[in-house]
């Protein structure tokens, strides 16, 4: 590349600044900082000589009250610079500005001529990078700040161009405008180290222009829109990219617009929009990561990037990106060559690191809005704190990063040229270790090759190459694989089986043989998709051969794949992940799981990624709904956020990443979201039809869901459905306000009857949950729902002692939250009443009693929650105790789930610690093994031969029993 011209006098200044033809004697203290200067000794010397005959004493004493540290800089960067030494010695007076640490502001260039706005654009230019450089040198870490300040300069002669431009051609061609008249916007979009606000001190800017919308100018002269701003944007090149006598600004680069070269120079937003889904190429998607507005109208530069935004993050885990970053890799090895000494584009140097990044971006991005960053050590912060990068290689890379962009910059201001090439003599790289505040070149090129090389380890393990017999593709999976691809059904590799230690060899062969030659993996397979099948199966049959259920496994492997052999993104995820695929097995190993991957395989990264907390719910719900259009839509989507958190929390659970108290206080909160969303759904149908019910005051008359049962004590299972009951206060003359007026309790009815509908009618997504109504007052022979004053007087009257202890576990879930708390009132009044003693042992050994004379328990076998000991007994125990214990201990009322009771009982001394903690331990065992069997397909009843938890559950029911006895007394006699 040609070196940039001096400008004779780029700051404008008067002949009289210009250095004289005679030197001057130089201070000591001057000339023994030259000595320690490696390289350019004599042209330095020269240059401070010049520059010091031009001051004054006054400004000479000001300087040399800086000190041996100002002085000992300036000769440095003067020896990293001769861009900056050649610039001061046709402009002294600069460094008297520098040794203040002044800033040249922007100029004021709307009266200037064409040519005298390029002139001091340039000048302006050409200022600001000597005291970027300046600063950029001195001692301490200032790579963030110079590359910010670079971009900042870029950005802000890049918006004066484009307003000076546009004022151009509006006084020759008007305004553009649309078919109705309506401005049209304009934007730059910042693409590549523009984009990431890092630019370093000699880059390129890649840019895309883009207008809103077609149409013409309203100018006497109209041109159309797309020919009025490929003008604006060819003014834009030339005002920064044409050198003249001052140098340029900034080389513009308009490759990466759509079509390249051979595209037009500036495209309408939809005409972006259609190229990007049409023919968008992997390595585009890449760029984008780091696309920003930086010039013009900067709100529609961010729409167009929004509307872009699906094309550069997909939704799902998207591993199908990494093998468009290796070919993109590969083509740079190529170009550069293994011994490149190219620090941004060689091996371990910075392009690694961006592409390290970058390739995390597309991967989780689509996920992980935070990731959506377009700045290289930000996106390395949030990696970290996502723990998306190990601690150690988040620390190699931040420090390479900062180290090889300093090593680039001192290449850069040498000669204020376009480089990344290391050295290739001995003078050039004294220079650059002295520019890096390095005593000797050894030390220096020691530490640059050391990074570089770790650098390439982690990019190794990154990008992770896959070749179609890789050294790392299980030998004997690849031959069964191929033997079934290659062979007939009843040609059995025994010896292969053999080796993989199969116990039922003919039965996996048949499965195998038969996913092998299906339609779609003999005939609709894509060429990449085979290839990633290839790769995978291998991997898959090890795994499988390595487990005691190993046919089992594969069969949910083959069904699993089969779901996912069209959607390439999902082979890609498991194929390209060994830790994913890894987890995947352990996943498969519940056939509950397996179905429903098999089933929704969209569900696959939800699961492996794990990234979603219960307090992100509501955003997630609300950003699905958005979407749906009507009211099925919106059941259909309710229902697959439902499904999708479920199967996410289930995998969490049988992957021991979740306790059972945690997994069941989760299920709990999910069936309470869907439960109000539901809720508020149908009340607002209610009110479209028949209007709201209001009270006297005109106030919305209130409306209440209660939950009892698993719900109601925040410990639903996997297999539990709603125990509910409806609650209103209304005045009883009260009727809707609208089209088609009911009364009140009607209104009510119809309002409790719409919400079922809602969650228990099957769609294609399912079922929500199954509700029970039968714990309302008079259970199916009353109303569905009840008045405040009505349930009050029944509790108070009517009511069951089972009912009572279906009190204990009770709570509001939805609608009206005042009314929720006089529930808990009037809860909390019940269940503090005096009982007799006797009385009430004689209530729930009796409904005890009813239940196991009811039920049949198969012989010889535990039934969690019937037989004696069971999950029914402690229950029972708690609510037995707290009806008990609440009128002298009101705050037990508190407690609405048996955990906390149980904790809250011993606390209180009903029970002593041993019977706490045998009940606790009892309840927790139950509801592991409950909810593990049902992810097993397994039902509650549990034989000593399907379970290995049965020794346990033996003891633990026994303990159960002798407490029951002690308390209440047998009803198994």
Not at 261 to 281: F, K, N, T, W
Not at 725 to 747: H, M, N, Q, V
Not at 779 to 790: A, D, H, I, K, R
């Amino acid at each position: 590349m040609s070196r940039r011209p001096v400008p004779e006098n780029p700051m404008g200044e008067s002949p009289k600044s210009m250095p004289p033809k005679t030197g001057t004697r130089l201070p000591t203290l001057i000339t023994e900082i030259l000595q320690q200067i490696p390289e350019d000794r004599e042209a330095i010397e020269e240059m401070i000589t010049l520059i010091w005959a031009t001051f004054s004493e006054t400004q000479r004493n000001n300087l040399l009250d800086k000190g041996a540290g100002f002085f000992r800089h300036c000769l440095q960067v003067a020896c990293a610079s001769p861009f900056l030494r050649q610039h001061l010695q046709c402009h002294p007076q600069h460094l008297l500005r520098l040794a203040k640490g002044e800033v040249t502001p922007p100029p004021d260039l709307k009266d200037h001529s064409p040519e005298a706005f390029n002139t001091a654009l340039r000048r302006y230019r050409n200022a600001r990078m000597i005291e970027i450089i300046w600063r950029d040198r001195l001692a301490g870490e200032h790579m963030p700040e110079t590359v910010a300040a670079v971009s900042a300069l870029a950005e802000t002669c890049l918006q004066q161009a484009c307003i000076y431009g546009q004022a151009l051609l509006q006084q020759a061609y008007g305004y553009p405008e649309n078919d109705a008249g309506e401005a049209v916007a304009f934007a730059v979009i910042g693409m590549g180290k523009l984009g990431g606000k890092e630019l370093n001190l000699s880059s390129d800017i890649d840019l895309i222009f883009c207008f809103s919308e077609n149409g013409s100018s309203n100018g006497p002269r109209s041109l159309e829109n797309s020919e009025y701003f490929s003008r604006l944007g060819r003014w834009l090149i030339q005002a920064l990219d044409q050198p003249g006598a001052e140098g340029f600004c900034f080389r513009v680069d308009m490759r990466l617009r759509p079509f390249g070269d051979a595209g037009p120079l500036c495209i309408s937003a939809a005409a972006m929009e259609h190229y990007y889904q049409v023919h968008g190429r992997g390595w585009e998607r890449y760029a984008f990561i780091k696309a920003r507005p930086v010039a013009g109208n900067l709100d529609f530069g961010a729409k167009v990037l929004e509307m872009l935004r699906p094309f550069v993050y997909r939704r799902y885990l998207d591993f199908t990106a990494l093998q468009g970053l290796r070919e993109v890799k590969a083509l740079m090895d190529a170009e550069q060559g293994e011994s490149s000494q190219d620090i941004k584009k060689g091996q371990g140097g910075i392009r690694e690191i961006e592409f390290i990044c970058q390739s995390l971006q597309i991967i989780h991005g689509g996920r992980t809005p935070q990731l959506r960053n377009t700045n290289t050590l930000n996106t390395l912060d949030i990696l970290h704190e996502l723990n998306l990068l190990p601690t150690s290689d988040f620390l190699l890379l931040g420090k390479a990063y900062g180290f090889f962009r300093n090593t680039e910059h001192c290449l850069q201001m040498v000669q204020d040229q376009q480089t990344q090439q290391l050295p290739r003599n001995e003078n050039e790289w004294q220079r650059l270790a002295c520019a890096m505040h390095y005593e000797d070149v050894d030390s220096f090129r020691m530490d640059l090759d050391a990074l570089r090389q770790q650098v390439h380890q982690i990019f190794l393990q990154t990008l992770a190459p896959q070749t179609a017999h890789s050294s790392n593709t299980p030998e004997q999976g690849r031959q069964l694989w191929l033997h079934a691809q290659n062979h007939t059904l009843n040609m059995l590799p025994e010896n292969i089986f053999q080796k993989l230690h199969f116990p039922n060899p003919t039965e996996s062969w048949s499965r195998l043989w038969r996913f092998a030659h299906s339609r779609d993996v003999s005939l609709r397979l894509s060429t990449e998709g085979r290839q990633r099948l290839d790769n995978l199966l291998p991997q898959i049959l090890e795994i499988c051969a390595q487990e005691a259920d190993g046919e089992a496994l594969l069969q949910h492997f083959l069904n699993l794949l089969e779901a996912i052999l069209s959607k390439a993104n999902y082979l890609a995820l498991l194929a390209e992940n060994p830790r994913y695929l890894q987890h995947c097995s352990t996943l498969l190993h519940s056939p509950w799981l397996a179905q429903q991957l098999a089933r929704f395989p969209v569900l696959l990264d939800d699961v492996l990624s794990n990234n979603h907390q219960p307090g992100q719910w509501p955003e997630i719900l609300h950003a699905q709904l958005q979407y749906a259009e009507d009211q099925e839509e919106r059941m259909d989507a309710l229902r697959r956020f439902k499904n999708a958190e479920l199967v996410r929390l289930a995998a969490s659970f049988w992957t021991q990443q979740l306790s059972i108290e945690s997994l069941l206080r989760q299920l709990s909160e999910l069936a309470q979201l869907t439960l109000q969303t539901a809720l508020d759904w149908a009340r607002l149908e209610m009110e479209r039809r028949h209007g709201r019910i209001c009270t006297q005051d005109g106030q919305t008359a209130s409306f209440a869901v209660i939950a009892l049962g698993k719900l109601g004590g925040q410990e639903m299972g996997f297999a539990s459905d709603l125990d509910l009951i409806y609650l209103y206060d209304a005045p009883p003359d009260a009727e809707s306000d609208g089209p088609a007026p009911l009364p009140a309790s009607t209104w009510y009815a119809r309002l409790g009857q719409r919400l079922i509908h809602l969650l228990s009618t099957l769609t294609r997504a399912g079922i929500l949950y199954e509700i029970d109504m039968r714990l309302r007052p008079s259970g199916q022979s009353g109303p569905l729902v009840s008045s405040m004053e009505t349930f009050s007087r029944y509790q108070h009257q009517s009511a069951w002692t089972w009912e009572h202890q279906a009190l204990t576990r009770a709570r509001w879930v939805a609608g009206d939250s005042q009314l929720g708390v006089r529930f808990e009132q009037l809860r909390h009044a019940i269940l503090s009443s005096e009982r007799d003693a006797e009385t009430l042992k004689s209530a729930v050994w009796s409904m005890r009693k009813r239940i196991f004379d009811n039920k049949n328990i198969a012989p010889q076998a535990f039934h969690l929650k019937l037989s004696p000991g069971g999950l029914t007994d402690i229950e029972f125990l708690v609510q037995f105790a707290m009806l008990g214990a609440c009128p002298e201990q009101p705050d037990l009322c508190q407690n609405t789930g048996t955990a906390a009771a149980i904790r809250a009982l011993v606390q209180s001394g009903v029970w002593n610690a041993q019977q706490g903690s045998d009940l606790l331990h009892a309840w927790k065992l139950y509801r592991q093994v409950e909810n593990e069997r049902w992810l097993n397909l397994q039902e509650n009843n549990v034989h000593a031969d399907d379970t290995p938890h049965w020794g346990a559950l033996q003891d633990a029911s026994e303990k159960v029993r002798v407490i029951w006895q002690e308390w209440i007394g047998s009803y198994t006699d």
